[in-house]
């Protein structure tokens, strides 16, 4: 493509394409095009986080419109900030609460990427992701009452499986966490836990 063409190519892209840009920019040879699609996983949320808080900056410039076209604006600061915005990565669209419906959002991807590396942001490590994702995964299991929660050395086995770079430390700090989390102190006691139906 020559100097023309780029000088005049559109510099505002989707939200899928600017998840892209944010991910490619923080993991670099470590970005997978496959974490758009793990919306639970630690990357995916973490690039997430930088793409709204690069919106809330007032830095990255953004515009919107409605699907039917009847609305449009300039994506505020304060837009980003709402509660219920999110990003609707699956169709390429943001909810703006304002609107009360997901709207078409363009992101002006050279402002944003200059956004990411002005902040010099470091990737959460490979370490540090293990134990993000382990997390996760304790507290879903934690979260159901009715399953049978395996004893703390094998669901470690399964863990460290799961989770190749898992250490033990991670894995007892991520248990603990997740105990936090779902209120499941029952868990957190010494020896045999009791049937909870009785004796």
């Keep these: 493509m020559t100097k023309s ?11 899928r394409q600017a998840f892209e840009v944010v991910g490619r ?15 639970k996983g630690a990357e995916h949320r973490e690039v997430l986080l930088i793409l709204r808080n690069a919106l809330r900056s ?6 919107w419109h409605t699907l039917d076209f009847k609305h449009s604006g300039d994506l505020r600061p304060r837009d980003a900030d ?9 169709d390429d669209l943001v909810f703006h609460q304002d609107m009360n419906e997901p709207v078409r959002c363009s992101i002006h991807i050279e402002q944003l990427r200059r956004w990411v590396r002005g902040k ?16 996760d995964w304790l507290v879903e299991i934690f979260s159901d009452p009715q399953r049978a929660i395996p004893p703390f050395e094998a669901l470690k086995h399964d863990a460290k499986n799961r989770f190749p770079r898992l250490s033990d ?3 007892k700090e991520a248990r603990k966490r997740a105990i936090d989390i779902t ?8 020896g045999r836990r009791k049937n909870p139906i009785g004796k």
């Excluded at 063409?5 to 939200?15: M, S």
């Excluded at 920019?25 to 919306?39: C, G, K, L, T």
């Design 82 to 90: 709402q509660e219920f915005f999110r990003f609707i990565l699956r």
């Design 120 to 135: 010099e942001i470091q990737p959460t490590s490979p370490t540090q992701l293990a134990k993000n994702q382990c997390l």
């Design 169 to 171: 430390h991670a894995f």
């Design 58 to 63: 007032g830095d990255v410039s953004a515009h």
């Design 183 to 190: 209120g499941r102190y029952d868990l957190a006691k010494a």
């Design 25 to 39: 920019e923080v993991f670099h040879e470590a970005w997978r095009a496959e974490y758009i699609e793990d919306p």
């Design 5 to 15: 063409h780029l000088a005049n190519a559109n510099p505002f892209e989707g939200p």
